[in-house]
């Protein structure tokens, strides 16, 4: 099974200044406007799911077992599914 995964390229006007617009396309390397406020919107959302997922890491939202508990194996970090 083969799927097709089709991208909406959307155009929108948005007011920026005209630093922060260059200091964008210097960090992505970009030249046009468009490209680089695309790349950065990217980077930027990538980041932010990212920090979200450590924060779920941290606060033990997924129920992976503990390394440093008695009753970790490291040889199967995967937990076994419980017997009910």
Do not use: C, H, W
Request: glycine content about 2%.
């Amino acid at each position: 099974m083969q799927f097709s995964v089709k991208y909406r390229i959307m155009r929108i006007s948005v007011d920026i200044d005209e630093a922060t617009l260059n200091e964008v396309m210097a960090m992505t390397g970009e030249t046009r406007k468009s490209p680089a406020l695309s790349k950065a919107i990217v980077e930027f959302t990538r980041r932010r799911k990212a920090k979200e997922f450590g924060r779920l890491i941290r606060e033990n939202f997924f129920d992976y077992p503990n390394p440093d508990s008695e009753k970790a194996d490291l040889a199967n970090p995967v937990p076994p599914l419980s017997a009910d």
